[in-house]
């Protein structure tokens, strides 16, 4: 039972995670391809938060998302009139640099050796935080984070955000702001990527580099496209199966020499084959192209 | 010969080792680019299948590194035609837009590079042909006789396919096809079987940067990203779609990354390519020398 | 004060003179028709006027405003709105959702307008959807209205096109070959919509390659060619003169 609540848990973060990079990728039609970047801000900022100046959890996670917000709005305004293969380089890019500090500065991050020990988040006087706490925790986080993402989807504004996917030159000559539109959207996908950061932070209490990798970032935007681009449901359902499914490999019982290269394997191949024949996903809405 | 000079002499020397390195991928890499038009991220895995063929040709079955060498640049062109041919091809027939390719390519890399890691693990590899007795001196730095070919062959690369894009006529074809592959089609050029060449002699490239590499250093399975990216960071820099941008942008990331070194750790020099190419992408898209004409929207 | 005034525009690409030196006025509610051969410079002028290309020389002046160097939205906003050469529709989305992406919105289309749903912003929406099927009505696509707009047809979408030009409010309406393709009934009832909206107070700049057409509808022909603005008038007085017949048919007049 406590190994399902942790998948249910680890489900729950990726879930946050993937809605996050809907918004930028299946409504505005970003290729965001460094989002893994965000995730890692907001569980970095929060866990030192903690370790170093004694800061709760509670404000931990929201300071760890408003600097992964600022760090989307900064990202945003740079990138905002590339064209979507540049920009897919640059964001891509942007994931490489937030990694590369992660690893290098180990004055701050202890680099590879990560950060241990990471204060949970405490329910009133509890001491420690059992399972099930956690699993309320995560599903009133993704619930908050469902219900944001169709006021703001299901609204004149929603629309606009679409617009922009579909043309975007149209959507000027209509007299939408449309740099205004792509940096508040970068900023509220950090901001909900950062907030997912600080859950899993403070859940399983050690961090490293190796969470927060190329792979990561190209396992989000999977997630998106599997399920279905511009779905809430597809995203759901995306990020449900890219987490249960190497669990179910394990369960087999394929080695994990062989299973970590045939999982990413497999993930190379789904991608391509997406793309190139099924662009829409499972749930298919949206397509990327 | 005091130190300054004896370390001076050394970075040049390094310097000159990894441009020569990633121009010869970046070339490559441009030489596709500048054909179709978008980033061909696979590359980087057909680097790395170059040098894990001569790899299994040298070290496993035997045979002399010549034939090794050769046998494994053909197998990586023939590959970088697979790809285009099955991937890419079939892409554009359907016109997608330039992203869809990049992804696809994305995939298409991380599956390569797993399959890679499949079958030979993750450990590193080594492969040494030539018997290193004493190394020479430059300037007061050392350099092997390894080093020495890895300049020679690269540059030897560099100038023939220079002397081939430029002074024959296919190569005047390749050109044709890249600058406007409707008007090459009207005049009889066949811009399906050009892209095709184009592919083949970018793989090629590619394989004798990873082979050259792995002889100075090693082999692992995540050598193709490294790889890759210098590529597309080389290119940027000198201007993507220009060959001599390729070149250029090649030599000037080895020098800066060496360089580097006097005055940032060396931990840090990854993070000084990473934070090249979004400079270069955000400011300067079109680098030091491509033009990024002015296109009339419709 | 002139409602448009073009002055000394000039635009190079890759070394052609795509427009030179073009300067012209247009008045209120005036109808009127942009003509030339292909590659004169048309759609380059919109492009111009729209803020979607910057000019190398010259300025436009629009309802006293200095729109020269605006971003296209900040134009559009200003009352100027346009169609494109090639359809431009948000092809995911709906009919409906994309008449609303066109009307004015004065601040429903606002991230704050999503989060917090004051009564204002909800009796904005109802009312812009209420004009939006009305418009719909009137251009015969309101059964369609929850369709996506990729699944119409093309007659349908140069109507819907229209439709859009009607809901932005705009006081300038350019119109990018606005019967190009279309059967003879819907061509019809684009006709119908253009003096429609000439009617409402708009003042439309059209360019079109059918010449009965254009005799029909405008009351003024500005013609260019090859980037110049070589003719500028009446229509009967233009359509015979020598420029415009050798602008279009060049040698051809020889062989008569």
Known sequence: MEYQLHLFIITGIFIILSLSLNLILGYLGQPALGHAAFFAIGAYSSSLLALNLGVSPWIGLFIGASFAAISGMVIGYLTFHLKEDYFAMATFGFGLIIYSIIKNWVGVTRGPMGLPGIPQFVAFNSLYSSLIFYCILILLFVLVTIVFMKRIIYSPFGRVIQSIRDDELAAEALGKDTRRVKIMIFMIGAFFAGIAGSLYAHYITFIDPSSFDVMESILVVLMVILGGMGTIGGSILGAAVLILFPEVLRFIGIPDAVAAPSRQMIYGFLLMMLVMKRPQGLMGKYKLW | ?298 | MPFLILENLSKLFDGNLALDNISLQLEEREIVALIGPNGSGKTTLFNIISGFTKPDQGGIIFKGVKITNLPPNKISRLGITRSFQRIRLFHQLSVLDNMLLATRYKEGEKLSSALFRTRSVQEEEEENIKRSLGYLSFVGLLEKRDVPSENLSFGQRKLLELAMAFASDADLILLDEPTSGVFPETKAKIIENIQKLNEEGKTILFIEHDMELVMRLAKRLIVLDHGKLIADGCPDEIISSENVLDAYFGERKFYA
């Open chain 2, 1 to 298: 010969m005091t130190m300054q000079t004896a370390m001076i002499s050394q970075l040049f020397l390094n310097s000159l080792i990894a441009g020569s390195i990633y121009a010869l991928i970046a070339i490559g890499f441009a030489i596709i680019y500048k054909t179709v038009k978008f980033f061909h991220f696979a590359h980087g895995v057909v680097y790395a299948t170059g040098a894990y063929v001569a790899y299994a040709f040298f070290q496993i079955h035997r045979f002399d590194f010549i034939s090794s060498f050769i046998l494994a640049v053909i197998s990586s062109g023939i590959l970088g035609v697979g790809i285009y041919q099955f991937v890419y091809h079939t892409l554009q027939v359907k016109k997608a837009p330039n992203l869809i390719y990049l992804l696809a390519s994305f995939g298409l890399f991380i599956f390569i590079e797993n399959l890679i890691a499949l079958i030979y693990g993750n450990q590193i590899l080594f492969m040494r042909p030539i018997q290193e007795n004493s190394s020479y001196s430059f300037f007061g730095a050392a350099i092997t006789l390894t080093q020495i070919i890895i300049i020679i062959v690269s540059i030897v690369s560099l100038v023939a396919i220079w002397t081939f894009i430029e002074k024959t006529k296919l190569g005047l074809a390749l050109r044709a096809v890249a600058d406007d592959p409707q008007t090459a089609q009207l005049v009889g050029i066949n811009s399906v079987r050009l892209t095709q060449v184009a592919f083949f002699i970018g793989s090629m490239l590619a394989a004798v940067a990873g082979i050259l590499i792995s002889l100075e250093t090693n082999l692992s399975p995540t050598m193709g990203f490294t790889a890759i990216f210098k590529a597309i960071i080389a290119s940027i820099i000198g201007g993507i779609g220009s060959i001599p941008g390729a070149v250029f942008g090649g030599y000037f990331l080895g020098f800066v990354e060496n360089f580097g070194i006097l005055f940032i750790p060396a931990i840090w020099q990854d993070f000084i390519s990473f934070a090249l190419l979004i400079v270069f992408l955000i400011l300067k898209p079109s680098g030091f020398f491509g033009i990024i004409p002015e296109k009339e929207l419709i």
